[in-house]
């Protein structure tokens, strides 16, 4: 069983999970703009992928937003990933390990797909983060200011 409750308590429950992942705007906005024909892809993202899967134990969220960038990435899905990765951040992913996931990704989906992977995650992490938190990121994994990258 993918979580215990009703559908309208799982619903409910990856609609929270959802906003603090994603953030409440973005989820706020996607489903707003979302048509009635495109709805019921939205509900079922939300109670089955984000209530039934994002809410069981064994993963942190944090690892769950690795996990999801590197199968993004693997299938080559831009906009997703870019979601994806602001999701990481707010979960508390460092930027090195999102370019250790993207690095290891590479060696197994090829390396067109990690770039495009590259260029999506260094736009958003400079929009969410600042250059100097992208440019900083060394190969010890420690930025130029001392923090963990």
């Known amino acids: 069983m993918f979580a215990e409750g ?32 495109a709805r019921p892809i939205q509900e079922y993202v939300t109670e089955f992928c984000w209530g039934g899967i994002w809410s ?9 937003s690795l996990v999801n960038i590197g199968i993004l990435t693997a299938l080559n899905r831009s906009h997703e990933l870019g979601v994806h990765v602001r999701g ?22 090829g390396a067109p797909a990690a770039l495009e992977s590259f260029r999506v995650a260094e736009k958003v992490l400079r929009a969410e983060l600042g250059d100097e938190a992208v440019d900083g990121v060394a190969a010890d994994g420690v930025a130029a200011d001392g923090r963990p990258a």
């Open 6 to 37: 009703t559908h309208a308590e799982t619903y409910e429950l990856g609609l929270s999970i959802r906003k603090e992942v994603l953030g409440a705007e973005h989820v706020e906005r996607s489903l707003a703009r979302s048509s009635e024909f």
């Open 56 to 64: 069981r134990d064994g993963l942190e969220h944090a690892e769950r």
């Open 88 to 109: 990481a951040i707010r979960n508390g992913v460092t930027v090195k390990q999102v370019q250790e996931v993207l690095l290891q990704s590479a060696m197994y989906v």
